[in-house]
């Protein structure tokens, strides 16, 4: 099936350090949606976007919902040991009759002490 | 207030099995999810109910099959268990399905 493109698959920080990831798709979403995965556990939604061009801010992570509604980015600002795990985008089309998520294959963050 | 329960957490099957998975979502919230996670695939969308009906539907074969009771609670059905059936099988809920998805710890399937 469709899925949202996201790369690298892995990332390395320095703890403190800012950190970009983008998400890419060839198709329209009216939904942008970033979830963190720890270990065992299911994805967790850190940030949701709602409107094209719109900015929003969870504590040290900012998202954007891209101005094509084909991309989004998430940062993380002075990253801490905690930020550790796997970080996907999802795009949805957010209506009734069709309300799955198109899920990335998520880029896995480890950050150095 | 409670999040989405997954019940079992951890099950292991043998091929050509049929298993039972669970989930409850939060309270009120009308549509429930399910997604597979696999290493190579990453997660897929199975289906979606909401107030009882099958909305949407993934490309996977009719041996998952679904369904959603009246206080929103669903199971998924997985029958003739392969191999490859082995994975994460994850439940989300959402009041509507238009804003996003509260996901649950997952139900891990292993198939021997």
């Known amino acids: 099936g469709q899925q949202l493109n996201q790369s690298p698959q892995s990332m390395f920080i320095q703890e403190g350090e800012d950190v970009s990831m983008n998400c890419t798709s060839s198709?329209?979403?009216?939904?942008w949606l970033w979830y963190k995965q720890d270990p065992g556990e299911g994805p967790v939604l850190l940030i949701a976007?709602?409107?094209?061009?719109e900015l929003t801010s969870n504590g040290r992570l900012t998202a954007q919902f891209g101005i094509t509604r084909k991309d989004s980015f998430l940062n993380i600002s002075a990253s801490i040991p905690s930020d550790v795990g796997i970080y996907f985008c999802?795009?949805?089309?957010?209506?009734?009759?069709?309300?799955?998520?198109?899920f990335g294959k998520g880029i896995t963050l480890s950050v150095r002490p | 207030k409670a999040g989405v329960t997954q019940t079992p957490r951890y099950l292991i099957k043998t091929r050509g099995q049929q298993v039972t998975l669970s989930c409850s979502p939060i309270s009120g919230h009308r549509s429930v999810s399910w997604y597979q996670q696999t290493p190579g695939q990453g997660l897929q969308f199975l289906f979606e109910?909401?107030?009882?009906?099958?909305?949407n539907k993934g490309n996977f074969p009719g041996r998952f099959s679904g369904r959603q009771f009246s206080n929103s609670r669903s199971e998924m059905n997985v029958s003739t268990l392969e191999l490859g059936d082995s994975a994460l099988y994850l439940c989300?809920?959402?009041?509507?399905?238009?804003?996003?998805?509260?996901f649950g710890s997952g139900t891990r399937l292993t198939v021997v």
């Open positions: 976007l709602y409107k094209a061009g």
């Open positions: 109910y909401f107030s009882e009906t099958q909305r």
């Open positions: 198709s329209i979403f009216n939904t």
């Open positions: 989300a809920s959402s009041v509507t399905g238009i804003y996003g998805y509260t």
């Open positions: 999802a795009g949805q089309l957010s209506t009734g009759a069709n309300s799955k998520l198109t």
